[in-house]
C-alpha cells in the first residue's frame, strides 16, 4: 500500500476529498498523517486475512 493513500488523503486534514476521512481518524482513532506508520501496520497485518471486493473502477483506478 502506498504511504500517500494515508498521509496525502486519508489523514490530510487540507485535503478537500479526505479532510472528513481525517478527522475522524484522528477523533475516534487517534491516528493522524504524524503517526501514520501505525495504522498502516495495522492495515497490512490485516490483508492476508481479508477479502478485497472490486468496485466501479473510475478515473483513479480499481477501488476495493
Not at 24 to 29: E, I, K, T
Not at 36 to 55: H, R
Request: hydrophobic share 40%; net charge negative.
Amino acid at each position: 500500500m502506498d504511504s500517500r493513500k494515508l498521509t496525502e488523503y486519508a489523514l490530510n486534514i487540507d485535503n478537500p476529498k479526505g479532510f472528513d476521512k481525517a478527522i475522524m481518524f484522528q477523533r475516534h482513532l487517534g491516528f493522524t498523517k504524524h503517526n501514520y506508520p501505525l495504522l498502516l501496520e495495522q492495515i497490512l497485518a490485516q490483508v492476508p486475512e481479508s477479502e478485497a471486493i472490486a468496485t466501479v473502477a473510475d478515473q483513479h483506478g480499481q477501488p476495493y
